[in-house]
């Protein structure tokens, strides 16, 4: 028994990534690409068990009415897009028609392109334009940090009793014990926030950079 994570060596992530989590094909060539075209920006995928959990937990909670905040090229959406039920629409917002160009093409190559919908613009005023009331199931933040507080407040009346919202990055690399830019206390405060927030029961998971999850009552 341990009271803690494991810390996970290139060798101990690696096995993890074998045992449940190994990214199919397609999922292997955006890497790839991704890697390839932007070597800058690659990071900003979620990490292979991440997107494995992500189908896990969409498919966990049936979801069949899901949105993401930051989709990039497209690793995230396509996940949540397969875990998806029968009938289900993920709707993706981001800023870049650039990054999600890439996106749109593994969609397409996954035959996940039918049930997902792009809205182009900054989210805090395009969710703005998502029905009011609480017919979402599952929910993805993963877009600018600053943006969090907005994107909470606009998708969390908009679940659905049980729903889930999923957030990325929560820990910041561990900065969040001693934030050093506006992005890590942009972070630091969220958590807090949304610790206080009686709407939901959260959990903060160590899965790659720190993963939310909240149940919305
Ligand atoms: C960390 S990346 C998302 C990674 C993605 N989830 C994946 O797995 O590949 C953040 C994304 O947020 C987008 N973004 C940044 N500011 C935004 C804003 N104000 N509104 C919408 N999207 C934004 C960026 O264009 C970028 O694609």
Not at 26 to 36: C, I, P, S, Y
Not at 148 to 163: F, H, K, S
């Amino acid at each position: 028994m341990t009271t803690k994570s494991l810390p996970l060596t290139p060798e101990l992530h690696a096995y993890v990534v074998a045992h449940g989590s190994t990214p199919d094909e397609v999922m292997r060539d955006l890497v790839e690409e991704t890697l390839a075209a932007l070597p800058a920006e690659a990071r900003m995928q979620v990490a292979p068990e991440q997107a494995a959990f992500l189908t896990f937990l969409t498919r966990l909670v049936g979801a069949r009415r899901a949105v993401e905040v930051g989709t990039f090229t497209g690793m995230s959406s396509l996940a949540i897009a397969r875990g998806l039920a029968e009938g289900g629409q993920l709707t993706c917002f981001d800023i870049s028609a650039e990054y999600t160009d890439v996106a749109r093409r593994y969609w397409a190559r996954a035959g996940v392109d039918d049930r997902i919908e792009l809205r182009i613009g900054p989210a805090g005023d395009t969710l703005r334009e998502l029905p009011h009331e609480r017919h979402l199931d599952f929910a993805f933040i993963d877009a600018d940090k600053v943006g969090y507080p907005v994107y909470w407040a606009e998708l969390v009346p908009r679940m659905r009793p049980g729903g889930i919202v999923a957030v990325d990055n929560t820990l910041r690399g561990g900065r969040v014990l001693a934030p050093s830019n506006a992005d890590d206390r942009a972070v630091a405060a969220f958590n807090d926030e949304v610790m206080a927030d009686v709407r939901v029961e959260p959990v903060l998971l160590p899965i790659a950079d720190g993963l939310t999850l909240a149940r919305v009552r």
